[in-house]
């Protein structure tokens, strides 16, 4: 579990929480990867992609989903088909676990047979499919119906974790997952924050190359500590590194110079010790060795500027 700070209090959501839904949202909308089943909402779609999509890579995903919809364009036709036929298509298309293909056959004959044909809309009608798990049929809520909770995965987590300190706990995440997701909008805002765990806040995060939108709000973007459940430890340090050369760079446009013991807490909000002095001499001196910055020392004096 994430240590308390200070004040004995674990990090909580941020107070402006509709600045913080608003940038993620805005964030995903402007560009994110695209997946064919994103364009969609149609559930039966959607339930191939997911069932599909586990535990196999989305690259090989998205041939066999436009072959085996083009082949079974509806639950209809799949329920008709012979379960030889499904099993033997995701064999040859090298989808792995035959058994979902055996449980996808099935689970559509239960919405035809249970459900008229038409698909049930909450994660917990979802769940009674056959194969299908809560995460599956969360997605399929979330993403043909709008009507999902909020999604928990290693990525959400993460990214949780990362951003607002929530401690590694499940309960915990969930409750802060299900407060951060706007009531109502389960599509945009799992795919959101699926990607941004996707895209922005891997293992090795890309806070600024990807343009995080919850940077001011971050609490490892603050720390510079990018560990998280899944990151025991501080990750490719050449990528913190990198952050704060930007960060020093970017401060350093906004004076003429700063003294050392200026620009430290000005970088980052736990400046000393390990992360103090001397780190960060070494820090300028790289970027000095780069021709960014120039230093000016004398004596214990040591001022930075951007190299004109
Ligand atoms: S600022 Fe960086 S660490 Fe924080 S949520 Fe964004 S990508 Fe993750």
Known sequence: MRESDD??????????LAGVRTALIEWYEADHREHPWRETDDPYAIL???IMSQQTQLARVVDAWEEFLDRWPTVDSLADAARGDVVSFWSSHSLGYNNRAKYLHEAAGQIVDDYDGEFPDTPAEL?????????????????????????????VKRVLYRAFGIPDDDDAFETVASDLMPDGESRVWNNAIMELGGVACGKTPRCDVAGCPWREWCHAY????????????????????RQFRG???????????????????????DYGGDTGREWLRELVADLADDGLVAIDAAGDEVCVSLRE
């Open 7 to 16: 004040s004995g209090e674990l990090a909580a959501l941020p107070d402006d």
């Open 48 to 50: 191939v992609s997911e």
């Open 127 to 155: 769940e009674e499919l056959m194969g299908v798990g809560p995460y599956t049929a969360n997605a399929v809520a979330s993403f043909a119906f709008n009507n999902g909770d909020a999604v928990v995965d290693t990525n």
């Open 222 to 241: 603050e720390t510079g500590d990018f560990t998280a459940p899944d990151v025991p430890s501080q990750p490719s340090f050449e990528g913190s590194r």
């Open 247 to 269: 960060r020093v760079i970017e401060t350093l446009g906004k004076y003429d110079e700063l003294e050392l013991s200026e620009l430290g807490p000005r970088i980052r909000v």
